[in-house]
């Protein structure tokens, strides 16, 4: 009898106090509780690792080599458990070559469905072009000069796996003697044997022949039987040339080919599809004027050029009056208001033009010659082509920007792809349509009664996938949109629309806060999108804070009491109303409006200082202009895919980046940003990991592990043995653990099973050896204090203020329950970013504002809830408003609307996502956003607000 539940016996994974929990199969279920109580540790680490574990588990040896094995959880038993599949919150793909119509698979079905029903055209006539016949293919070879000696080649195998033994001895057997197998000639009497695992492309030489005109008849039968083997393709080999002939596709009036039409051809990862000059990227690094003259108000004799900076002072000045005696400038005109002819000479060269120019050879002599001027750019690219170390490289790098590739204008495909259409439209136009058009577009196509018949499955797969986009709030975004732009949370939901693409049934989803990135208005549609997954048959559990996905679910588990050690405890578990009626339940208490976030009294109001952003068109922003005031508590708004990131990340960050530290970030197109002398530091603190190795800790980060240190230095044990500062760290030599180099672990690599990490047997787990640890401080050595979470170290060092300060931040930003030593590659990335909140909140009490001024320093956050629960939110916005009231300005991108309702000032985007998006709806108190009828946002503050 199948299992109707999935019951979990004596968890005790992370934090988990030995645990059981019984959860429905077939329903929604939420595991919701404060930061750090266990909830991802239950979900993620015990119920899906065991389930992913199993499977893995009943693989064959071969294949489980290939596969990423999870440890066995720390639980007694699992029952009832399905096959599982995770959708975390991660950092999107890396690949430049990912997109997201590669990535949903979307685009899979694209490059089928122009493979086998769009109609090529020339690429350059764009007449609809045919086959050739053999006679017209005669007829063409025979136009070539008469003597010159050709082959004609069978193309047998393109692009396929295997060793083709077979095929080849097959040909060898019909009397063929030889063939190209990847480029190379063979006799097939002695081919090689090649790799199964590597795709190879095989031509069989079916005849070699000199053009004359007594080759006729021969010529014919010879590509009659190319044709035969080739599947209608034959290639002719003249020289170091190669002419592709098809009986399918060629154009009769350009005497142009087209390659064969396959869904390769539409692949901008595989050879023949992507274009020859960027590979496929759609973009090329390029070296760009405004990095080489990014202050255009200077002139050529105030160092404007930047690599002209490297040169001797005298040469540079003489370099900039030979010029402007030449072309009759003077050189303490501003570079921007130059002649365009002169700018153009300065960067890329004179050509063939000679200038007269002159030099000091040091003797008192000048030696003067003609000569064309190079011009910086052609320089910098010789620079950087002759470049023998990387410091070399990097130099000329710096001058470099990336652009559209001008050759497929971005769209990464060769122009033979981009010639077949699909009524009117090529695939790289039908790939930048937002995904709601494109859905629109497909479902108003007309086919005639062939084409209809081969694409019916083709585009019902297409516009189901799509749908499932657009159901869980995607519809703004575009399929060729490169995976390396999207928001964890676009990510997510775009793994979980492929997911549900997939229509699998007994299966168990678990997924991490699928609402973080969406707008209230999105998340109903999410919410509905995850009752179809369950609807169909599956098991849905999700790690959620949100209230309205709460509200929805079938089955609520709460856990608590606390954080880290505090936590693990299941301390609420059924219905919502069943959650909400349970005392000691704080999520129940939230709900059930028990405990609320509290309405804000009197808001500050905006002075006249504020930041003014004019005419930001960045992406799908409509020439925007808006103010940002200073020394308040500013929160943007808009619903996904309106424009929020684009202007607060891309615009106005970056571009304060570019005024204020002359960085080289490049910024979104705006046309001016004023205001910015006003504040004297801008910071982003964003969700990237604190470090990249398990080396770095919220202890390392935050400057608490440097006092610590200093501390033990000081204790007259270290003195006596003459130990520094240093003796205590764990990445030096001298005090740590050579056996494990201060790891603490050491890595064992096992086949077929996950390597495995076991205690280092000298140091037993404590990174320092055995010198270092016998230094302690009231009873705790360097090791043990590491171990301590963030509360104990604060009653540990009570007496010690410079510690005890920086812990203090790290309590106020609800993170008291992580260890000291934690490793930054365990951490969440809204832990991440509350512990660089922290490091700014313990630096409050620093000089951070200039006397009389206000804002001094410009704090941006996207989405600072992602991970919070309703009370750990209550305890961001009381750090955030101490920031404010020591003179700061927050600027909040958030969905939230208990932080919404919080803020002083808001900038609503919209009114939709995508190219309907990009526009300033509502600007004002959260009361007046909620008064605005055009605001979504305001729609969903008005309930929140009581209005």
Wanted: a neutral charge.
């Amino acid at each position: 009898m199948p299992y109707e539940e999935i019951i979990v016996r004596g968890a005790r994974t992370h934090n988990l106090k030995n645990i059981d929990i019984t959860i429905p199969k077939n329903k929604l279920v939420v595991i919701t509780g404060l930061s750090g109580s266990g909830k991802s540790s239950l979900a993620f680490d015990t119920i899906y690792a065991e389930g992913q574990r199993r499977y893995v588990e009943s693989l064959s040896a071969y294949a489980r080599q290939f596969l990423t094995q999870m440890d066995k959880p720390d639980v007694d038993s699992i029952e009832g458990l399905s096959p599982a599949i995770s959708i975390e919150q991660r950092n999107a793909s890396k690949n430049p070559r990912s997109t997201v119509g590669t990535s949903t698979e979307i685009y899979d079905y694209l490059r089928l469905l122009f493979a086998r029903v769009g109609k090529p055209h020339c690429p350059s006539c764009k007449r609809p072009i045919s086959g050739q016949t053999i006679s017209q293919m005669v007829d063409h070879i025979l136009g070539m000069p008469e003597g010159t000696k050709f082959a004609i080649l069978s193309p047998i195998i393109s692009g396929r796996k295997g060793e083709h033994a077979k095929e080849l001895a097959s040909l060898a057997k019909q009397g063929f003697i030889r063939a190209r197998i990847d480029g190379e000639t063979v006799e097939l009497s002695d081919s090689p044997k090649l790799d199964k695992k590597k795709k190879h492309d095989i031509d069989l030489f079916v005849d070699r022949l000199e053009v004359k005109p007594s080759i006729k008849s021969r010529l014919a039968d010879s590509l009659e039987t190319a044709l035969k083997f080739g599947n209608g393709i034959v290639r002719i080999l003249h020289g170091k040339e190669e002419t592709l002939l098809s009986e399918k596709n060629s154009c009769a009036y350009c005497d142009v080919s087209m390659p064969e039409i396959t869904p390769q051809l539409f692949s901008f990862n595989s050879p023949k599809g992507a274009c020859p000059d960027c590979d496929g990227l759609g973009s090329r690094r390029y070296f760009d004027p405004d990095l080489i003259v990014p202050n255009r108000n200077l002139s050529l004799r105030d160092e404007a050029v930047l690599p002209w900076q490297r040169m001797k002072a005298t040469d540079r000045i003489e370099l900039a009056s030979a010029l402007a005696r030449h072309y009759g400038f003077d050189i303490y005109t501003p570079f921007g208001e130059l002649p365009e002819k002169v700018q153009e000479v300065i960067f890329h060269g004179s050509g063939d033009e000679k200038i007269k120019f002159s030099y000091d050879t040091g003797d008192d002599k000048k030696h003067v010659f003609k000569a064309p001027f190079e011009g910086v750019i052609p320089s910098l690219e010789k620079k950087l082509r002759e470049a023998a170390t990387l410091s070399a490289q990097e130099y000329a790098e710096q001058f470099m920007n990336m652009r559209h590739c001008p050759t497929c204008n971005g769209t990464r495909l060769r122009k033979e792809a981009l010639s077949v259409l699909f009524d009117g439209r090529n695939i790289s136009e039908v790939v930048a349509m937002p995904v709601g058009e494109c859905a629109k577009f497909f479902r108003s196509v007309r086919l005639g009664k062939k084409d209809a018949e081969i694409a019916k499955k083709l585009m019902s797969e297409i516009i189901e996938r799509l749908s499932f986009l657009i159901d869980v709030g995607l519809d703004y975004i575009t399929l060729e949109r490169s995976s390396m732009t999207l928001a964890g949370g676009e990510d997510q939901r775009i793994r979980l629309a492929t997911q549900i693409g997939s229509a699998l049934t007994g299966v168990l989803y678990v997924l991490d806060e699928p609402s973080i990135g969406l707008h209230q208005r999105d998340n109903d549609r999410l919410i509905s999108t995850l009752k179809k997954l369950r609807d169909i048959g599956n098991t849905v559990l999700v790690v959620e804070h949100d209230r309205d996905m709460m509200l929805e679910a079938d089955h609520i588990i709460d856990m608590g009491p606390g954080a880290g050690m505090n936590g693990g405890k299941i301390i609420a578990t059924g219905s919502p109303a069943m959650v909400m009626k349970n005392p000691k339940s704080l999520t129940g208490q939230y709900l059930a409006g028990k405990i609320s976030l509290e309405n804000r009294g009197a808001r500050r109001s905006p002075s006249e200082a504020a930041i003014k952003i004019t005419g930001a068109k960045e992406h799908n922003l409509k020439n925007v202009d808006v103010k940002i005031p200073l020394g308040l508590f500013t929160a943007v708004t808009g619903v996904s895919g309106s424009g929020k990131s684009t202007l607060i990340n891309d615009t106005l960050y970056a571009g304060l980046m570019q005024r204020i530290f002359k960085s080289k970030m490049p910024a979104g197109a705006v046309d001016e940003i004023t205001g910015h002398q006003q504040i004297a530091r801008v910071i982003n603190i964003d969700q990237t990991p604190i470090g990249r190795t398990p080396r770095s800790n919220p202890a390392t980060y935050t400057g608490i592990f440097t006092h610590i240190r200093d501390l033990y230095a000081e204790l007259p044990d270290s003195k006596s043995r003459g130990y520094k500062p240093g003796r205590f760290s764990f990445n030096v030599k001298g005090g740590r653990c050579e056996a494990c180099e201060g790891d603490g672990i050491i890595k064992i690599e096992m086949h077929f099973l996950p390597d495995v990490y076991v205690e280092c047997e000298v140091c037993r787990g404590m990174r320092f050896n055995r010198e270092t640890l016998e230094v302690k401080y009231k009873g705790a050595s360097i090791a043990d204090v590491l171990r301590m979470t963030i509360n104990q170290a604060h009653s540990f060092f009570e007496n010690i203020p410079q510690i005890r300060h920086k812990l203090e931040t790290l309590i106020d930003v609800g993170l008291g329950y992580i260890e000291l030593g934690q490793s930054a590659t365990t951490l969440s990335g809204g832990e991440a970013q509350r512990i660089k909140l922290s490091r700014e909140l313990s630096k409050r009490s620093s000089p951070i504002q200039a006397e009389g001024g206000v804002g001094k320093t410009l704090y941006i956050l996207d989405e600072p809830t992602t991970g919070l629960h309703f009370d750990d939110v209550m305890k961001l916005l009381d750090v955030l408003d101490k920031l404010v009231a020591a003179g700061n300005t927050i600027v909040v991108i958030e969905h939230n609307l208990d932080v919404i309702k919080f803020a002083d000032y808001c900038i609503d985007l919209g009114p939709a996502g995508g190219a309907r998006g990009g526009e300033i709806v509502a600007v004002g108190t959260p009361e007046e956003i909620a008064k605005n009828p055009r605001s979504h946002t305001g729609r969903y503050l008005r309930e929140v607000l009581g209005e």
